[in-house]
């Protein structure tokens, strides 16, 4: 069985079906890439996995259970984290406080202090700047904190909406380090990512969503070298 399963999902927005009956999976340990253009639906399909949208239609089962009617913090429980597009951390607290908050769903507090001992070595940075106000970081090192902040609820699988959007070609670099050095540790990612090309060179597998519906599936190598996708999404 997989770790996260999705079939027939359905999703409107108002009187527009965003997603038209899309099904996919993701096993345990795997990074899966969901690639396509700007409105193609790869954030409302990541909203309506974490529980954040509401699916009309289809079924999404999270180590075969039934999530389409849980709440998203019971679904944060359940240990999925979501890295929203655009950061979307705490401007106005701290570094610290923003990691603390991620463990919202948690009561074992050494568990806790440990893990924000992690997350201070995975991201130095972070440590660095743990009483600055988290508004006033560099992008990147708010894609770190929201990052580090989805972390601390101890996830067995996040889901990463453009981690690589707005950042310098070095810092973008950084982040998909990060992201394979996550996965290598044992957690499982599902990745949502503009840039082609880069998310395709960590993926296992992949799926190219287009309005709404996926029209290419396969092995993440292959589909970098599949003429249709070089032509479309990796400027070849």
Same mark, same amino acid.
């Given at each position: 069985?997989?770790?996260?399963?999705?079939?027939? =999902?359905? %999703?409107?927005?108002?009187? +527009?079906?965003?997603?038209?009956?899309? !099904?996919? $999976?993701? &096993?345990?340990? #795997?990074?899966?890439?969901?690639?396509?253009?700007?409105?193609?639906?790869?954030?409302?399909?990541?909203?309506?996995?974490?529980?954040?949208?509401?699916?009309?239609?289809?079924?999404?089962?999270?180590?075969?259970?039934?999530?389409?009617?849980?709440?998203?913090?019971?679904?944060?429980?359940?240990?999925?984290?979501?890295?929203?597009?655009?950061?979307?951390?705490?401007?106005? =607290?701290? %570094?610290?406080?923003?990691? +603390?908050?991620?463990?919202?769903?948690? !009561?074992? $507090?050494? &568990?806790?202090? #440990?893990?924000?001992?992690?997350?201070?070595?995975?991201?130095?940075?972070?440590?660095?700047?743990?009483?600055?106000?988290?508004?006033?970081?560099?992008?990147?090192?708010?894609?770190?904190?929201?990052?580090?902040?989805?972390?601390?609820?101890?996830?067995?699988?996040?889901?990463?909406?453009?981690?690589?959007?707005?950042?310098?070609?070095?810092?973008?670099?950084?982040?998909?380090?990060?992201?394979?050095?996550?996965?290598?540790?044992?957690?499982?990612?599902?990745?949502?990512?503009?840039?082609?090309?880069?998310?395709?060179?960590?993926?296992?597998?992949?799926?190219?969503?287009?309005?709404?519906?996926?029209?290419?599936?396969?092995?993440?190598?292959?589909?970098?070298?599949?003429?249709?996708?070089?032509?479309?999404?990796?400027?070849?």
């Amino acid at each position: 069985m997989a770790m996260l399963e999705v079939s027939n =999902l359905k %999703v409107n927005y108002g009187m +527009i079906q965003a997603i038209k009956g899309i !099904s996919f $999976k993701v &096993e345990e340990g #795997e990074i899966i890439a969901l690639i396509g253009a700007n409105g193609a639906g790869k954030t409302t399909t990541l909203h309506t996995v974490s529980g954040l949208l509401k699916a009309r239609e289809g079924s999404i089962l999270f180590n075969g259970k039934e999530l389409t009617k849980t709440q998203p913090h019971k679904i944060v429980e359940m240990g999925m984290a979501h890295v929203p597009e655009g950061r979307r951390i705490f401007q106005q =607290l701290t %570094v610290y406080e923003n990691l +603390i908050l991620g463990a919202y769903t948690r !009561s074992d $507090k050494k &568990e806790i202090a #440990e893990n924000l001992e992690m997350i201070y070595k995975r991201f130095p940075r972070l440590e660095e700047r743990k009483k600055q106000i988290a508004g006033t970081l560099s992008g990147g090192e708010q894609q770190m904190l929201a990052m580090g902040r989805a972390l601390m609820s101890n996830p067995k699988i996040v889901l990463m909406d453009e981690p690589s959007m707005g950042l310098s070609p070095l810092l973008v670099s950084e982040i998909f380090d990060i992201i394979q050095s996550i996965n290598k540790s044992g957690t499982t990612v599902l990745l949502v990512e503009q840039n082609a090309k880069k998310a395709l060179s960590i993926a296992n597998r992949a799926y190219v969503l287009e309005t709404g519906k996926i029209v290419l599936e396969g092995d993440a190598k292959e589909l970098m070298n599949n003429d249709q996708i070089k032509k479309a999404y990796l400027g070849e």
